[in-house]
């Protein structure tokens, strides 16, 4: 009976042991893998915490192995323990070499102790190993070491296993991919870094060490393979772009721009292949006119990115001028949302940014009840106006634009100043070097100040804008690629929006889908600038509600920007008789077919919109189309529901 009982009592306690021995391996497992991730994620979060660590286990390591060691020679000292390595130190003199003996062997096993190993021998020798908790601390202080040498080694060194453990760990729906490391590419990346919900990937057939080490700190993953480069099929399925899954943003900002746009062709064709949707990729694309976009655009006819953003540098900066200092706060308004003041800049510097500034600052200085007037000062402008005026000609026609062959520093410049100070509203200096156009800023500013007409004057150049206020010291520069415009979703969620309203579908991101890129364009400059003039209107009034008058006046305005706007991309007014001629081709067809793609207020190619005429000839353009259609359009409704749409946006109401 009692040799029974034993068995039983043996086979329990050989199922216990391995059961602990099983959970032992499971929690050893699930601690390794943890720590392995934990290492992963955030580099640039655990250098500190890294650095703290190795001090503490540093001189923990020290504390507990000379603590071992001095013990260890006490014992044999007093005999109660023997050691035969250590006889010598009952000799006589051996007191003077018991310290460096305990320091030496010390410093060796926390150096091994970092490299995961450990004298856990010196340790049990001790009464204290028989104590649970000293075994467990001593352990412990050898994991946390070990760990923070990993960890150190796996950042510096293992750029390979951290790809493939943070794409296998991650739980993202989003990749951004910077294709191009370079300064500027990773200032953007570090910009956009904690966005949660996504992955930072940069592609580069060469990246140097401290562009990587600058990567890896702000937790994004390089790559140089040639698969990467090239935007292969098997380098997407890399990073997990899976069909109805992943979403792709693709920032094509390498400073060789002929190589943005060939791998934005080649990621195109790649995902076409993988069979992602259109819907979940987005290009940014750096280099080209904002208008050429559209050979990047997902349409009817052809595969492509599902949002696409195209520009060049001086294009962004320009447009980062206008967001961050819109005209429309540097005029008054009466009552009924009226301008008081007529719109005059002087633009300093005539060349690719003031191109740029110059379209900028046209499409978004029209008001009701304002006129627009631009001087612009360039010693060298009739050698840089070329290109411009034959691109958009009537651009030049519609407003009125003066040159003087003068720079900056001009005795003429300061004459003019005197002349117009009081009614110059808006100045920007547009040169490169930015030395020479903080000092052009600085005594425009300041000659203003001493006129008593102190105003903000601006400088622009290719990476930045800055603002020099009317006390000279007082400087606030933005750089295009910390600036929100590259990484535009919520832009893009308000001309959706607009755009859809306008299409009149069922679907917001179905109408976006179908909108060409042009209209895109058209609605997204439609927000940047309703946004802050009906914000700049509203804090006038001190009021969240506008009054019918007010709101129609705000439409005017949306008109004449909306003019201006077309008049900056080269468009013309598209003659009655050929507009008649358009509704009745689309009728014919509409009998013939049951469907036309014929637009009848704009022809693309032509470059021509009947709608360029004045807000009261609108009545007339649509009585002419519901005459021919029996229909009931109203072109100046258009702007009054753009108007509607980003009040509603803004929370102010009629």
């Known amino acids: 009976m009692n040799v029974m009982n034993n068995m039983e009592t043996a086979s329990e306690a050989y199922n216990a042991s391995i059961i602990s021995i099983s959970l032992a391996c499971i929690l050893s497992t699930i601690l390794f893998a943890a720590l392995i991730i934990y290492i992963s994620k955030h580099p640039q979060k655990r250098t500190t915490p890294l650095k703290a660590a190795f001090l503490i286990m540093f001189v923990g390591g020290i504390v507990l192995y000379c603590t071992c060691y001095y013990l260890e020679l006490a014992q044999v000292v007093n005999g109660q323990s023997e050691n035969s390595y250590l006889e010598w130190v009952k000799g006589e003199n051996a007191s003077w070499f018991y310290v460096p003996y305990v320091i030496v062997r010390a410093v060796v096993d926390v150096g091994m102790m970092f490299y995961g190993r450990s004298n856990s ?118 990073i997990r772009i899976k069909p109805h899954k992943t979403k792709l943003r693709l920032f094509a900002l390498s400073e060789e721009y002929d190589k943005n746009l060939q791998y934005s062709r080649m990621m195109s064709e790649s995902l076409q292949i993988l069979g992602i949707l259109p819907e979940q990729t987005r290009l940014v694309l750096l280099g080209t006119e904002e208008w050429k976009g559209m050979f990047f655009q997902f349409s009817e006819k052809r595969y492509g990115y599902g949002n696409v953003v195209s520009f060049d540098e001086f294009e962004m900066s320009a447009r980062l001028l206008i967001n961050k200092y819109p005209l429309c706060n540097a005029i008054n308004f009466d009552e009924n949302g009226r301008a008081t003041e007529d719109m005059d800049v002087l633009i300093v510097g005539f060349g690719h940014i003031g191109h740029e500034v110059l379209r900028k600052v046209i499409a978004n200085g029209q008001f009701e009840g304002s006129s627009f007037h631009a001087t612009i000062y360039d010693p060298n402008f009739e050698h840089r106006t070329g290109f411009l005026m034959s691109q958009y000609p009537n651009m030049f026609a519609n407003y009125d634009i003066d040159f003087e062959p003068q720079g900056g520093r001009g005795n003429k410049i300061f004459h003019f100043l005197q002349e117009n100070a009081s009614k110059l509203k808006y100045i920007v200096v547009c040169i490169e070097d930015r030395d020479t156009a903080r000092d052009i800023a600085v005594h425009i500013a300041d000659r203003l100040q001493t006129m008593g007409y102190p105003q903000n004057v601006y400088t622009c150049d290719s990476k930045s804008v800055r603002c020099y206020s009317q006390y000279v010291k007082e400087c606030e520069t933005h750089w295009i690629y910390d600036s929100e415009l590259i990484y535009s979703d919520e832009f893009d969620k308000y001309a959706m929006e607009l755009n859809h309203r306008y299409s009149g579908g069922n679907d917001m991101y179905e109408d976006w889908k179908r909108c060409d890129y042009f209209g895109r364009m058209s609605s997204r400059a439609s927000v940047d600038y309703l946004m802050p003039l009906i914000r700049r209107i509203s804090r006038q009034m001190k009021t969240n509600s506008l009054t019918q008058e007010q709101r129609e006046n705000l439409a005017r305005s949306e008109h004449l920007r909306w003019c201006a706007f077309h008049y900056t991309f080269g468009f013309d007014v598209m003659g009655k008789e050929e507009f008649v001629q358009r509704i009745k081709t689309r009728q014919n067809e509409l009998r013939e077919y049951g469907s036309s793609s014929i637009k009848v207020t704009k022809d693309s190619k032509k470059m021509t919109h009947v709608c360029l005429v004045d807000w009261d000839e609108l009545d007339e353009i649509s009585e002419i189309e519901n005459a021919l259609t029996q229909g009931h359009k109203n072109y100046k409704d258009s702007d009054r529901m753009n108007v509607d749409m980003v009040m509603e946006l803004l929370g102010v109401s009629e």
């Open 121 to 238: 021998d010196v340790f049990y020798h001790l009464p204290a190993s028989k104590n649970p908790s000293a075994v467990f601390l001593f352990w412990l202080i050898h994991l946390i070491a070990f760990y923070t040498a990993a960890s150190a080694l796996l950042i510096r060194f293992g750029n390979d296993l951290l790809r493939w453990i943070r794409t296998i760990t991650s739980k993202i729906s989003d990749v951004d991919l910077v294709f191009g490391v370079n300064p500027n590419s990773l200032t953007f990346g570090r910009n956009i870094a904690d966005i949660k919900g996504s992955m930072l990937v940069y592609v580069d057939p060469v990246v140097n060490d401290d562009y990587e080490s600058s990567i890896r700190d702000m937790g994004g993953l390089t790559y140089s393979s040639k698969d990467a480069v090239k935007a292969a099929p098997s380098f997407l399925r890399d």
